[in-house]
């Protein structure tokens, strides 16, 4: 069973940038890729991104494309999301969720997720 465990969330201005880290603990296959999705008020999650472990792809939705970046760290077992260019809108909670299924978890269809972190808060304001 994989364990995903974010940090680095907070308060930023509009505009501005954050990194998100997401720790993970348990076994993951080369083909195991970690998501990103945040849960804004009001609406349903929403996928923000992916990467394989073994780091040779990403995807990424059009909504984010050019502004959110997704890299691994294999030596520390983390995955990290660089925000750039955020707006309010984007406030919301960000968590990060394991997939097993390789290209098809680019989709990002929740129930192909089966393993998540707590979450973390982005506050986007001035």
């Known amino acids: 069973q994989v364990q995903l465990l974010e940090s680095g969330g907070g308060l930023v201005q509009p505009g501005g940038s954050l990194r998100l880290s997401c720790l993970i603990s348990?076994?993951?296959?080369?083909?195991?890729?970690t998501g990103w999705f945040r849960q804004v008020p009001e609406k349903e999650r929403e996928f923000v991104g992916g990467?394989?472990?073994?780091?040779?792809?990403?995807g990424y939705p059009g909504s984010v494309k050019g502004r959110f970046t997704i890299s691994i760290d294999n030596a520390k077992n983390t995955v990290y999301l660089q925000m750039n260019s955020l707006n309010p809108e984007e406030t919301g909670v960000y968590y990060c969720?394991?997939?097993?299924?390789?290209?098809?978890?680019?989709?990002?269809?929740?129930?192909?997720?089966?393993?998540w972190g707590q979450g973390t808060q982005v506050t986007v304001r001035s």
């Open positions: 348990g076994r993951t296959a080369s083909n195991h890729v």
């Open positions: 969720a394991g997939c097993s299924s390789g290209y098809k978890c680019f989709a990002g269809q929740t129930d192909m997720y089966d393993s």
């Open positions: 990467i394989m472990f073994s780091g040779t792809a990403t």
